[in-house]
């Protein structure tokens, strides 16, 4: 008897539905069953991040779920945040602000980034270093990866008042 579970789940607003193990890791499913391939494999101890995608209104670290876990869920990953023609503010600043050098953990600090500032729009240093501390980079020293997220929170901020 197949021990295989129906599972949906919205991924960047799209509909996915598909048989899984019950050990299939939500990473696994994003990465090679939908050709989702932003999110990362860093490590196999939960805490490298690369991993971090958006579950039901909450950064998760997608090695750590099972997709049967995910059941039902709506999921963003760096490919619903923004597009090469369609950059988020945060996609932009990151480049300006040279917060990536390889690339590898930059999905998920993307994607944590634009959790975090809609936690917490108004951060200090210290909010921000400790916001975004589930995620590991080997390349930048972090220091452009914190300037990248507050510009990206003072041009979030202006565009919020300059809408009022
Ligand atoms: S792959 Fe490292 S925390 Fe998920
Ligand atoms: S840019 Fe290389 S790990 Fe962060």
Known sequence: MSNKMHIKLTVNGEEQEFLAEPRELLIHTLRERLDITGPHIG????????????????????????????????I??????????????????????HGLQCGFCTPGMITRAAKFLEENPNPTEE?????????????TGYQNIVKAIFATADELNAAKEAAE
């Open 76 to 97: 963003t990953t760096i490919e619903g945040i923004g597009d090469p023609d369609n950059l988020h503010a945060l996609q932009t600043s990151f480049k300006e602000h």
């Open 43 to 74: 490590c196999e101890t939960t805490h490298c991040g690369a991993c971090t995608v958006t579950l039901n209104g909450k950064s998760v670290k997608s090695c750590t779920v099972f997709v049967a876990q995910a059941n039902g869920a709506d």
């Open 127 to 139: 909010d921000v270093r400790f916001g975004m501390a589930g995620n590991l980079c080997r390349c």
